[in-house]
């Protein structure tokens, strides 16, 4: 079968790097795609909001399944597009419809789904330009830190964590009257912090049945020790290593279940992959977030663990086969460190020369932010490379990782040095 993977990320380059050792695979193309995609599966010029395009590509190339990436499309409507469509409609997309799509698209949303369905998150208020006294009196009640969340989707960067009240408002009004995070901002959600450790859970579902993909741990900030400014992400691990069987029961009994049967409930056409956005606080599992794709770098240490045909699990979604199906997942830990443009998560440049890629011999390179121009891979963006490793524990799998990262280079390089720190 002919697919096409929409997207231009690390997570992007992992899937099809998986996709690639199907049995059912013909060709694969990737819509952008980056560099590295480009020596694994034809590229198409174009963009992933550009649904027309995609039709006349899936169309011309015979598709048969297409995965999709980022969360924009998904946002806007990408599968709802394939189901309205009489010449896509057979066409097996992976992603869920616009109704799921809101799960992401607006916190306000995903925060009252969870309320309908007694889902633990943490005590919040949605507040716009037409309720802002309500919202300086919220914060007043609220202890420091505050947790200050654009409604919308603002790439990952439309949180902030402040611990002066008079910051908080002061944001607060920034983001709301002069749209700091764009009109994502024109609606803040307003929420209490939650003191604990992060972990990121992932579940394959069609909307009936699911199947619990290996948990990961990425690491947000950008400098060491949680510092700094927050990116799409430096650093990944999987397995969790403090997620025992007893805490895994309690996220599934009173996390995973009540989200699915929510879909259902609410007949949110869904076909892909919930992801949780999780924190621990003490012994209790509580959600931060829900995203409606598989999160990056996550993708880069969880698809490489599984060791199923992926292509043939994503194509026997919505058939009683999909139900039937065990996971195979290897017991090695991966972790995964990014390589990311100097300047990264505010000013960078683009078109610096990497060098050192054919001396990668224990770990897998996966190009996120790069293209390749006569035969010579340059950065194009702010991260520009996951490189996943795998062991026994993930102490030597970060090792290893960071042991490859000595034989790359490219001006103005930078990677976190203690990913798996808080371990």
Sequence with gaps: MNVLVLGSGGREHAVISSFIKSK?????????????????????????????????????????????????????????????????????????????????GSKEFAKKFMERYNIPTAKHGTFTRDNIDQAYM?????????????DGLAAGKGVLILHDLEEAKQELRSMIFDKKFGESSSKVVIEEFLDGIELSCFVLTDGNNYKILPFAKDYKKIGEADTGLN????????????????FLEKIEKLIIKPTINGIMKENMEYMGIVFIGLIKVNEDPYVIEYNVRMGDPETEVVF????????????????????????????RHAATVIMVSGGYPINYEKNKVIRGLENITDSIVFHAGTKKDNNVFLTNGGRVLAITSLAKNYKQAIGLSYKQIEKISFEKAYFRKDIGFDL
Aim: hydrophobic share 40%; no cysteine; net charge negative.
């Design 24 to 104: 059912l695979v013909n060709k694969i193309y990737a819509l952008p795609g980056n560099g590295g995609t480009s020596t694994i599966a034809t590229n198409i010029q174009g963009d992933v909001n550009d649904f027309k395009k995609i039709k006349e590509e899936v169309i011309s190339n015979n598709i048969s399944l297409v995965f999709v990436g980022p969360e924009d499309p998904i946002v806007n409507g990408i599968y709802d597009f394939f189901k309205s469509d009489n010449s896509l409609k057979k066409i097996k997309i992976i992603a869920p419809s616009k109704l799921a799509g809101r799960l992401e």
């Design 138 to 150: 919220f914060l007043d009640n609220m202890s420091s830190p505050y947790v200050l969340k654009a």
């Design 231 to 246: 990116t799409g992400g430096m650093g990944a691990i999987s397995p969790v290593v403090f997620l025992d069987d007893v």
């Design 304 to 331: 490489p663990r599984i060791e199923n045909d992926l292509l043939e699990l994503f194509n026997s979604m919505g058939s009683t086969e999909f139900a039937n199906i065990d996971l195979i997942v290897d017991e």
